[in-house]
């Protein structure tokens, strides 16, 4: 089983499981083996599932009901509220105005079936609206019991700060890898200060750091969003699978007989190594993944590794080339 980290108040499972890819963005999903890993994720110790209502404009949250209604005692339900989104399911704006904080919660607990979310994130600050009005609201929605942790995603230091000046924020969400180390500068220091934990999305960094050469060319050949990021374009791919290819000659170090150490292992074992504080959350639809992605808790890296590891610097935005509307 996994050991368990503190996210304010919450206890959770080391490692934790976003599910967003499991019905939306990385291609046409396999239902039912996105279904088989949600049920291996929770017997084999995971506890914390995240989502959000953007994911297929609220279909991640209703295909996740059904699981989290059978299980509902032993699962830290996450979802998030903040963008919206086009017809094809595309961002295209933020909207944190405080009126509408009550009406996305309610409808994510309809479509999860549930009476309450344990944490409720904030996706992205909305730059037209304070960030203590839309907390303010979301704080209300705990003292009506409908939510029990608030959480940002992708926030600034300063607006931490202002958001833990009215209610108590209890986890981060982050884009964080040894790939993407955006949140060192500012944000990390921020959380800790007001006591959050941190939650690194994409801590893989969208299956870039997994050695796996025959997934990402067939990434890029399908329907799937990561085309538009810079980070996985022509010269930059490639500068960066030769950075992978040092993570992944670390892991055939580690591994000895009887017991295989995978690149993924690797890049997951530094991400957890980052504090006891920090809980990642590997997004994946497939058994084997999941597996692979649990042995990292096991993993152990050396000051000289890990000091190795952070060196490496990748090539090219981690960001999609496209800008959201302002409203």
Request: aromatic share 4%.
């Amino acid at each position: 089983m996994l050991p368990i980290r503190s996210l304010g108040d919450l206890q959770v499972s080391a490692l934790g499981l976003g599910c967003m890819g499991m019905s939306h963005a990385y291609g046409t999903p396999d239902l039912d083996e996105s279904r088989a890993t949600l049920e291996a994720a929770l017997d084999a110790g995971v506890t914390l599932f995240d989502t959000a209502d953007m994911y297929g404009n609220g279909a991640n949250e209703e295909f996740l009901a059904p699981f989290v209604q059978a299980h509902r005692d032993r699962i830290v339900l996450a979802t998030k509220f903040g963008f919206v989104n086009d017809e094809n399911q595309r961002p295209i704006g933020i909207d944190g105005r405080p009126e509408r904080v009550a009406a996305c919660v309610d409808a994510s607990l309809r479509r999860l079936g549930v009476d309450v979310i344990d944490l409720y994130y904030l996706h992205r600050i909305d730059p037209q609206v304070p960030v203590e009005e839309t907390v303010g609201a979301m704080a209300e929605q705990v003292a009506a019991g409908k939510v029990r942790a608030l959480g940002l995603s992708e926030a600034s230091a300063e607006d931490i700060r202002k958001a833990a000046s009215v209610h108590p924020i209890a986890a981060l969400q982050s884009e964080f890898s040894i790939f993407t180390r955006d949140v060192e500068d500012g944000p990390l220091q921020a959380a800790r200060e007001v006591g959050a934990g941190l939650v690194p999305f994409s801590p893989l960094g969208r299956g870039l750091l997994t050695a796996d050469r025959a997934a990402i060319v067939a990434a890029l050949q399908g329907d799937d969003f990561r085309t538009t990021i810079p980070r996985w374009q022509g010269e930059n791919l490639e500068a960066n699978l030769r950075l992978v290819d040092r993570i992944d000659d670390l892991a055939a170090e580690l591994s000895s007989d009887g017991a295989t150490v995978t690149a993924a292992q690797v890049a997951l074992a530094w991400v957890l190594a980052q504090g006891d504080d920090v809980v990642p959350i590997p997004g994946t639809t497939r058994r084997n993944h999941l597996a692979d992605n649990l042995g990292a808790a096991d993993v152990v890296l050396s000051a000289a590794q890990l000091a190795g590891l952070t060196e490496l610097s990748a090539v090219g935005s981690r960001l999609p080339q496209r800008t959201l509307q302002q409203r």
